[in-house]
Nanobody
Framework: QVQLVESGGGLVQAGGSLRLSCAASGSISRINAMGWYRQAPGKQRELVAEITSGGSTNYADSVKGRFTISRDNAKNTVTLQMGRLKPEDTAVHYC???????????WGQGTQVTVSS
């Protein structure tokens, strides 16, 4: 059974920084991609950033230049370093992992990020 454990998040003032981490454990033969989505109240879940096993990254336009995603393949972890945070970044942030030959998808439980103005 594959599990995701998220850490980080919290409350920060606008312009500040936060770091989110996510670790995948369990029966994982290979990880294809890991990343973060977020969902604000009343809005759809949206991609924040993702990184493939080969190191290719993809960012939402709204976070480019402010957020950096990185991955430790040996530890099956992904980290999202968030900088110059804005109130509109406030949302529940969800880690995900896409793994195995069948490209299965698993979500984390979510962690709240709140940016005050």
């Amino acid at each position: 059974q594959v599990q995701l454990v998220e850490s980080g998040g919290g409350l920060v003032q606008a312009g500040g920084s936060l770091r989110l981490s996510c670790a995948a454990s369990g029966s994982i033969s290979r990880i294809n991609a890991m990343g973060w989505y977020r969902q604000a109240p009343g809005k759809q879940r949206e991609l924040v950033a993702e990184i493939t096993s080969g190191g290719s990254t993809n960012y939402a336009d709204s976070v480019k230049g402010r957020f950096t995603i990185s991955r430790d393949n040996a530890k099956n972890t992904v980290t999202l370093q968030m900088g110059r945070l804005k109130p509109e970044d406030t949302a529940v942030h969800y880690c995900y992992v896409n793994y195995g030959i069948w490209y299965r998808h698993l979500w984390g439980q979510g962690t709240q990020v709140t940016v005050s103005s």
